[in-house]
C-alpha cells in the first residue's frame, strides 16, 4: 500500500526556516515525482512546486522563487521542503503528494496519494 | 498562470440528489483537468483525472466531463460522506493551479 508520512507540526518566529520531511512507501521511490501543495486555514490549494525523485530537478511555483529548496534522500525515500525567511501568511497545511502519470506518454499528470499534511505556524 | 475558476463555491443538496460542479480555465488546458475531495480535516483525494477518467475506487456515481475551458464533474445519487469539498486542478502548464473549491453541505 502506497503511504506518505510527513513531519509534525512547527511552529516558527517570522524570518526563521522550516524543513517538512515526506517519507514514501510502498512503491519504488525514483519512479514518481513528488509534488509540494499547500493550504492556508480555511483557504484553497496552492501548488508549490515539484522535485523529479530521479535526478532532483525542480520547478518551481515563481512565486515561490529564492525562498523554496525541494530535496530528497533516496536513500531512506524521503522528499523535504525547505522555506526560508517565514512570514505569517505561510501559516498552512504543507502536503506533500506522489505525482502519478499515464503510461506510456507519461502527459497527464495527478496527485495521489496525499501525505497527511503538516501544520506550520508562523506567530511571534 | 491559468486561473481556475469553480461555481458554485457553495451548494446545498440533501442525500439521493444530483449535483454538478462547474470548473473554467482561463485558457484552454485540453483534457488535463483532475478532480479532488477533501473533507474536514484530511489531505485531498483523487476522484478523477484526465477530466473524466475515474481514479481506481472511486465510486462510479462520480463523473468528470468536459474539454477546452469547461469543466464538469456530477455526483449522482449523492451519498452522506459525499458532502465535502471538491477542488479542481489543471495539469497543463506549471504552476499547476487549482480552482477555489466548492463546498457541498447538506441541506
Known amino acids: 500500500q502506497v503511504h506518505l508520512v510527513q513531519s509534525g507540526p512547527e511552529v516558527r518566529e517570522p524570518g526563521a526556516s522550516v524543513k517538512v520531511s515526506c517519507k514514501a512507501s510502498?512503491?519504488?521511490?525514483?519512479?514518481?515525482?513528488i509534488v509540494w501543495v499547500r493550504q492556508a486555514p480555511g483557504q484553497g490549494l496552492e501548488w508549490m512546486g515539484w522535485?523529479?525523485?530521479?535526478?532532483?530537478?525542480?520547478n518551481y511555483k515563481q512565486k515561490f522563487q529564492g525562498r523554496v529548496t525541494m530535496t530528497t534522500d533516496t536513500s531512506t525515500s524521503t522528499a523535504y521542503m525547505e522555506l526560508t525567511s517565514l512570514r505569517s501568511d505561510d501559516t498552512a497545511i504543507y502536503y506533500c503528494?506522489?505525482?502519478?502519470?499515464?503510461?506510456?506518454?507519461?502527459?497527464?499528470?495527478?496527485?495521489?496519494?496525499w501525505g497527511q499534511g503538516t501544520l506550520v505556524t508562523v506567530s511571534s | 498562470d491559468i486561473q481556475m475558476t469553480q461555481s458554485p463555491s457553495s451548494l446545498s443538496a440533501s442525500v439521493g440528489d444530483r449535483v454538478t460542479i462547474t470548473c473554467r480555465a482561463s485558457?484552454?488546458?485540453?483534457?488535463?483537468l483532475n478532480w479532488y475531495q477533501q473533507k474536514p480535516g484530511e489531505a485531498p483525494k483523487l476522484l478523477v483525472y484526465?477530466?473524466?477518467t475515474l481514479q481506481s475506487g472511486v465510486p462510479s456515481r462520480f463523473s468528470g466531463s468536459g474539454s477546452g475551458t469547461d469543466f464538469t464533474l456530477t455526483v449522482n445519487s449523492l451519498q452522506p460522506e459525499d458532502f465535502a469539498t471538491y477542488f479542481c486542478?489543471?495539469?497543463?502548464?506549471?504552476?499547476?493551479?487549482f480552482g477555489q473549491g466548492t463546498k457541498l453541505e447538506i441541506k
Open positions: 522535485i523529479s525523485t530521479y535526478n532532483g530537478n525542480t
Open positions: 485558457q484552454t488546458i485540453i483534457n488535463y
Open positions: 503528494a506522489r505525482e502519478g502519470v499515464d503510461a506510456p506518454m507519461a502527459t497527464h499528470k495527478w496527485l495521489d496519494p
Open positions: 510502498g512503491y519504488s521511490f525514483t519512479n514518481y515525482e
Open positions: 486542478q489543471q495539469s497543463f502548464i506549471t504552476p499547476h493551479t
Open positions: 484526465a477530466a473524466s
